[in-house]
């Protein structure tokens, strides 16, 4: 295992993911038809250290990334969603935030059960 496999070995970091039905006449529902995303989280901060998201544009993706990476989640999921709204001005905007919603919940269920 080389070090970058490894980044995420500590069990301070848990994987979550959430998906959403995409809206059709987009061009990214003409590839998929569901929206996917995966956030790594550090349990001890609640704090997003990665994101990963299915995208067709690598520009999409990245600035997405950088909205979410960093973020104490669920804490801050208002001003998370605040800033999607109005700075991710994409016809997909609904179905990400569902996205990244089911995946802050699933976090946070689990978190709650330990």
Known sequence: MNAADSRYASERYVLATGFAQLPKGTPLSEQQKVFACSLVFDREEDRVT????????????????????????????????????ERFLVPTQGAILQALRAAVDRYAEAKQRA
């Not at 690598?58 to 001003?79: D, Q, S, Y």
Request: glycine content about 6%; overall charge positive; proline content about 3%.
């Open 50 to 85: 990665d994101a990963s998201f299915t995208f067709l544009m690598g520009l999409t993706e990245a600035f997405l990334r950088n909205l979410v990476i960093g973020r104490r989640l669920p804490h801050e999921w208002n001003k998370l969603q605040h800033d999607v709204r």
